[in-house]
């Protein structure tokens, strides 16, 4: 029986791409007196380019784009203070979200997140989204001192929630750091499809995150 949820925030929960677009669109307002020069749907078009859907760290990539379009006037540190400061007014959640983390919550199934990234950055999107509200536990790599996918991260979820692992499932974008990386311990991986990896096949999909509530139902029958 499934007693309990686990999941990623950004690309799976948080929908990254969109909030990003936002943030940056409202970045640029905010120093466009430094930006006279530059258009601005280049200057944002080149932030999401260099930021490979979140893979490359933002010093590097303001330190790119300040190089790039030879800003002198700014620097890397203060676009980068601008950016954690403010990202966490951007948050958007994909489609479902309040409503499945309601359902889950009325149906007694414990919910976690494991998350990697820094871990004030990290709880400032969960509180702007007001995930905080429904969890029984979170986690951040940065405060952990492991990232996805070692396991031993998946093993301090079970263990906080009370859980074995064949009780829980786990929601994810990312085939290995989410879905393979949660399998590796026995936990249900359940791949949040993403086009970014259109490549990757999984006997757990979901588009719409409402869909998690039908594999509840499809393991619990066949633990009966």
């Given at each position: 029986?499934?007693?309990?949820?686990?999941?990623?925030?950004?690309?799976?929960?948080?929908?990254?791409?969109?909030?990003?677009?936002?943030?940056?669109?409202?970045?640029?307002?905010?120093?466009?007196?430094?930006?006279?020069?530059?258009?601005?749907?280049?200057?944002?078009?080149?932030?999401?380019?260099?930021?490979?859907?979140?893979y490359?760290?933002?010093?590097?990539?303001?330190?790119?784009?300040?190089?790039?379009?030879?800003?002198t006037?700014?620097?890397?540190?203060?676009?980068l203070?601008?950016?954690?400061?403010?990202?966490?007014?951007?948050?958007?959640?994909?489609?479902?979200?309040?409503?499945?983390?309601?359902?889950?919550?009325?149906?007694?199934?414990?919910?976690?997140?494991?998350?990697?990234?820094?871990?004030?950055?990290?709880?400032?999107?969960?509180?702007?989204?007001?995930?905080?509200?429904y969890?029984?536990?979170?986690?951040?790599?940065?405060?952990?001192?492991?990232?996805?996918?070692?396991?031993?991260?998946?093993?301090?979820?079970?263990?906080?929630?009370?859980?074995?692992?064949?009780?829980?499932?786990?929601?994810?974008d990312?085939?290995?750091?989410?879905?393979?990386?949660?399998?590796?311990?026995?936990?249900?991986?359940?791949?949040k499809?993403?086009?970014?990896?259109?490549?990757?096949?999984?006997?757990?999909?979901?588009?719409?995150?409402?869909?998690?509530?039908?594999?509840?139902?499809?393991?619990?029958?066949?633990?009966k």
């Amino acid at each position: 029986m499934i007693r309990a949820v686990l999941f990623d925030l950004d690309g799976t929960l948080l929908d990254r791409r969109q909030s990003l677009e936002q943030f940056i669109y409202d970045q640029y307002n905010r120093f466009a007196s430094y930006l006279i020069n530059i258009e601005k749907s280049e200057y944002c078009s080149r932030f999401l380019a260099l930021d490979n859907n979140g893979y490359t760290w933002k010093d590097k990539v303001y330190a790119t784009l300040l190089s790039e379009y030879n800003i002198t006037t700014l620097t890397s540190e203060q676009l980068l203070h601008d950016y954690i400061t403010n990202f966490q007014n951007h948050c958007i959640p994909f489609k479902n979200m309040h409503e499945l983390l309601q359902r889950l919550t009325q149906q007694n199934i414990k919910i976690g997140i494991i998350t990697n990234g820094f871990t004030d950055f990290q709880m400032n999107n969960l509180r702007a989204l007001n995930i905080h509200t429904y969890t029984n536990t979170i986690l951040v790599s940065e405060a952990e001192g492991i990232k996805k996918p070692h396991p031993e991260i998946f093993e301090r979820a079970l263990k906080k929630l009370d859980v074995k692992a064949e009780e829980c499932l786990y929601v994810g974008d990312h085939p290995e750091n989410d879905v393979l990386g949660s399998e590796q311990v026995g936990i249900l991986g359940v791949w949040k499809r993403d086009s970014f990896r259109g490549d990757f096949e999984h006997s757990r999909v979901v588009g719409d995150l409402l869909e998690v509530l039908s594999f509840l139902e499809v393991e619990t029958k066949t633990k009966k």
